[in-house]
């Protein structure tokens, strides 16, 4: 059973950086695409950016310009640099992997954005 390890998440100001990663439990399967999502409360869970074995890269347009999603193919670990973070910000930030037969989604990680 593959497992996602993330990490990098915790409490910062408004306009702070944080860096999250993730990475699988083991590295022996195919990856099409990785990624993050993110669920404040009361809404739903939202795709804020993936990349795909392509490096076709996607934003939510909320996090343009502010956030950068990077990956690193040998190690299977992808990782997103977000920068000037905004209380809106604020959500449980989970990442996804998209392998040949599935997808697979880590325990999720606490950001919280203090104004």
């Known amino acids: 059973q593959v497992q996602l390890v993330e990490s990098g998440g915790g409490l910062v100001q408004a306009g702070g950086s944080l860096r999250l990663s993730c990475a699988p439990s083991?590295?022996?399967?195919?990856?099409?695409?990785m990624g993050w999502y993110r669920q404040a409360p009361g809404k739903q869970r939202e795709l804020v950016a993936s990349?795909?074995?392509?490096?076709?890269?996607n934003y939510a347009e909320s996090v343009k310009g502010r956030f950068t999603i990077s990956r690193d193919n040998a190690k299977n670990t992808v990782f997103l640099q977000m920068n000037s973070l905004k209380s809106e910000d604020t959500a449980v930030y989970y990442c996804?992997?998209?392998?040949?037969?599935?997808?697979?989604w880590g325990q999720g990680t606490q950001v919280t954005v203090s104004s």
């Open positions: 990349i795909t074995n392509g490096d076709r890269i």
């Open positions: 083991r590295s022996t399967f195919s990856i099409r695409s």
């Open positions: 996804h992997v998209l392998s040949l037969t599935r997808d697979y």
